[in-house]
């Protein structure tokens, strides 16, 4: 078999690092990848939103499925591009992908259908959502509508801060259109459980839960990321929770797509908050994998993805079940000066082949220059997976990998997965 993967990010070189394992998949491509994944795949000078170019490439090529990645190209509808074409695809068409593309129409599916979530109002005019949160206990959460590459959500801890957020989003529009309309959510407490569901219509098959760190900094302090690092298993969460928030968010979630003529084929991420009794409620759904959940849970993958994905991809997800590696895994990433701001590239990487032997490394955001260097050339740089018997075990094998990388303005958490030694609930 012949798999283009499309993306260019940490998470597609988890999935191509996965996909070259599969005994049934001889080649792999990527649109457009990165010096790392170029290591394993070949990558292809394609931008994710040339729906019909990548189109014409996969006929060509003669693909036999093509796996998408990020968000903005589902919600855009490449999927329906693709299939029209008559090429075979992983991942949720326009219509099913606005679960994560429109955080209006997730609450309000979510309130039809009676699936647990945060209280909330939905506001497209500034001045009407200033005055809701004058009337609001604090913090509360602001979220704009729309995609914004996992920075569009604030924790407003004073009404000062939310109205300077509301500001910048809604009236200076800082993530764009995607600010709009903007969803105003009550403030929910709890530790953070992220769910990576591979569902076909109805058909649910969740994979081991992980946990991010939005946060840039420790002890989840500082403006959120796109993620800086993540972990799996959750000890501290009993098999009954994590049991629970399948059957009470994301099976329904599913039922309710379906009822809504918008049924949906792929990765659903749940966000989840576990209240301090055990209780899920939805943060968020993404489309597609998480970035860097998906760093922490294919490697715990003791089935073939391949099979997962071509499954799903043909409508028989009912006929496999999910098998994992009791093994643990903890991503940290490492990132460039400055992100989730502006931030500096072109830094040389020292240390990388160092580290490989420590711990997986999935590329994000490097380049590789003629003499064979290795740059910074984004936000986030490197997931750094460590693996072993626990989690403890792990998150040593990745911070020791990580102790030998070095690149001027490095940044990353070093608190990583320190939340599993709370108590089982």
Not at 216 to 227: R, V
Not at 297 to 317: C, H, I, N, Q, Y
């Amino acid at each position: 078999m012949k798999v283009l993967v499309i993306g260019s990010g940490g998470r597609e070189h988890a999935l191509v690092w996965a996909l070259k394992q599969s005994p049934k998949v001889d080649d792999v491509l990527c649109a457009p990848g990165n010096a790392g994944i170029a290591q394993l795949a070949e990558c292809v000078a394609l931008s994710v939103d040339d729906f019909e170019g990548i189109a014409a490439f996969a006929a060509e090529q003669k693909v036999d499925l093509v796996v998408v990645g990020p968000d903005d190209p589902l919600a855009g509808g490449i999927v329906d591009v693709l299939q029209a074409h008559g090429l075979r695809v992983f991942g949720p068409d326009r219509k099913a992908a606005e679960i994560e593309g429109s955080k209006v129409f997730m609450k309000h599916l979510l309130r039809k259908y009676e699936i647990p979530t945060a209280a909330y109002a939905v506001f497209d005019d500034a001045g009407a959502a200033k005055r809701y949160v004058r009337e609001q206990s604090l913090p509360v959460v602001i979220k704009a509508d729309g995609l914004a590459a996992g920075k569009g959500v604030t924790i407003a801890h004073s009404l000062a801060e939310a109205e300077q957020v509301l500001e910048e989003v809604m009236v200076e529009r800082k993530f764009g259109a995607s600010g709009q309309q903007v969803v105003i959510e009550e403030f929910m407490q709890g530790q953070e459980m992220s769910i990576l569901a591979f569902v076909d219509g109805e058909t649910v098959r969740a994979c081991v839960p992980a946990q991010d760190h939005k946060p840039i900094f420790d002890g989840d302090q500082g403006p959120n990321t796109g993620g800086m690092g993540t972990y799996s298993p959750l000890p501290q969460f009993s098999e009954a929770v994590f049991a629970n928030a399948v059957d009470t968010v994301i099976q329904p979630a599913a039922r309710a797509m379906v009822s809504e003529g918008r049924p949906f084929k792929g990765l659903l991420f749940a966000g989840l908050m576990i209240a301090p009794d055990g209780t899920p409620k939805v943060v968020e759904f993404n489309a597609r994998f998480g970035d860097p959940e998906t760093q922490a849970v294919l490697p715990r993958m003791k089935s073939d993805l391949f099979d997962v994905l071509w499954a799903v991809a043909e409508g028989t997800l009912h006929e496999v079940e999910l098998e994992w590696h009791a093994a643990a895994a903890v991503c940290v990433i490492v990132a460039s000066e400055g992100y989730p701001g502006a931030y500096r590239k072109g830094d040389v990487i020292m240390g990388l082949d160092e580290a490989a032997e420590q711990a997986l490394l999935f590329h994000a955001g490097t380049s590789r220059d003629a003499d064979g260097a290795w740059k910074t050339n984004g936000g986030r740089v490197l997931g750094v997976v460590g693996r072993g018997a626990d989690v403890a075990a792990a998150a040593e094998q990745a911070y020791k990998a990580v102790d030998m990388l070095h690149f001027d303005g490095m940044q990353y958490r070093k608190d990583i997965a320190a939340k599993a030694k709370t108590p089982v609930m």
